[in-house]
């Protein structure tokens, strides 16, 4: 029997909720902002400052722990959680996306090759990508599986449904996810359609594997649904891996502007079709707006790069909108990155009394130090998970729309 | 009125002490390692994790925030301690190190022009040094001051004593640095004498330059004694710099192993013809064995950019000596990075129970984590403070010479 269960404590009308997520490792108050440890670390942040951001739980990634420092190493260490030093909840995503967009097949037109036809050396030649094939950059998808080029040395790998399970399980995380394909959205229907099948097929795989094991472990399944932005796909797919049996469901997908506004709402569409009370994490939702939307419709959970990779650019949120903290006019600006934020950046520390200035952060950015990302990351983490709490406090409150409202017109200074 | 002072509370046979600097913004319980804050930070650790980190105090460089963000900032923050959001002591170095190292005259054979005979522009042509000149880089030495280039964008600047204190004073600090002439040790014994002098009649300038202000600052400044590897350049320097009065000393020179074994020694044997009680900073010095020395002769301060500098290239200091945590043995070592170390990467975290683990920073390193050399510079500074907590205690005990034996012994693996 698995101890990880999910308990939604109220609903809006229009599908919000605010929960608990019971698991192995402790629990998870939702909606919650879950920080993105790909290799089992946050870019700039040290796991004994999880607490002190907000954070409940991370999310590590499959392929890159698989390739260094391999899954055994974290398995001996007593699994993710503990190897990274973290007493808490942890997620495992299954590589699948890393597998394709590392791999370059995300973003590119993948070749599709069934395995019995052409051998993967041969695949190097067949495939129509001229920078990825100089990089030595390949994945190529069949039936049974994707065979990729490690991102690190180019040395040939192969994952399927089931040895995605079979690391995971080594990983050790509280929650993991099934091996699925992630397409671009803007692939065309009929690819949409074929790798949305495929990722069904491996799902069940990938469940069939977890169960195999499952009494031994206590470790939750979340299946992953995808159909790029077609209303009928993605309502096909949640009905399918909704009715498998997972745990919970990840909503797949790339949700970046820069495939079109709609990209989020067409996959936030699957949630009506889904079982009563199932939890669901949105997999790279990271904007304010974003976490906003997928929580008015019942997202639970929501891990995205967004706040350390602006971080570690300078790219700072605040309730009134993002800065540019490497812009000039902050060179003398004393006030502290965001006059609303209760984060240990912003906040007066207990032994100097003060705080974090603009104009500190200023030069650390422009003297390229490496504290300038470790503050700005640790303040972006901190302003999503705060924002999830807001949330789920609104949610209690019955007062989401209000606040949604309310933290959009400052947000976005309307 | 100063409110420095410096009160020494015990000392050994062979000159060596424990006591307390008093500083406007608080003791300084010496021997005493000073963490190395160039630009306002130390690399890779928060100010927030000083105190945790065992430091009392940090030195910051005039040369580097005299670039940037430029004194002014610094001086409209509050002076540096406030601008990096540290309360507690601090020291700025002079510039004169990185003037001529980053202006590259230190390690090349700089070129001396009177200034009335050469202007900056055709000094380019006559710097006879190929790299230097394709990097645009210079520094041209003549009686008033120094003309070099900024390391960051080629601009053409001048330094002289009197603008080093005008800046030092700008940027706060508790203890500051004359302005002098740092020579490459393996300099002829002509040229040392040359510079020596010219530092000496800096000096003067610098002590000048400050007391014209000293009524309205709480500022100490130190003398910096030069000479290179010459005894009778050392004590000669001594005795000029501690006759001048200053409020302390500073060991000038470059203790780097490859000058040999002896610059270090040379250096501190100026100690024996300061005036007595006068406290001593020793500038860059960091290994070890070198602060045992430097502790046993007197020095009562130690800076050194070693434990960032090696933490951000995996070198670990531990008592049974220095590991290289990215080597394969240490893949799967799950033990803290040192068995004897308090700090707070290898003790059990209050919110997790366990510690960093070798295998994981080791996995850090391996995958170009920023959290790597986070953790390696913290645990290597709480190296060297520890060491110089141990040594005051044992002076304080009358036991120094023996937990040198002890701790060598160990560290050398003899």
Redesign the interface.
Known sequence: MSTFNFEIEKKTKAGGRAGVLHTPHGDIKTPAFVGVAT??????????QF?ELGLQTIIANTY?LYL??GES?VE??GGVA??????GPTMTDSGGFQVFSLGTAFGKKVSKFQSEDVSPEEATVLYNDELATSHGKLAIIDEDGVTFTSHLDGSLHRFTPERSVEIQHKLGADIFFAFDECTEPTAPYEYQKEAMERTHRWAKRSLAAHRQNFEAREQAIYGIGQGGQFDDLREESARAIGGMGFDGFGLGGSFSKKYGENSLQSALNMLKFLPDGMPVHGLGVGEPEDILLGASFGVDTFDCVIPTRNGRTGGIFTNSGKIIIENAEF??D?GPLDPDCDC?VCTP?P???????R??I???F??R???A???ASQHNIRFLTRLTEQIREAILNDNFEKFQDDFLKKYKGK
Do not use: D
Not at 82 to 87: A, H, Q, R, V
Not at 351 to 357: E, P, S
């Open positions: 290799k089992a670390t946050i870019k700039g942040v040290s796991s004994s607490k890159h260094s420092p190493i001996e260490a503990k190897f990274m030093n973290w007493k060179k003398s004393f240990v520390n032994t100097t009394g003060v705080f974090f200035t104009s500190y200023h030069h650390l422009r003297t130090e490496m504290l990302p470790m503050l």
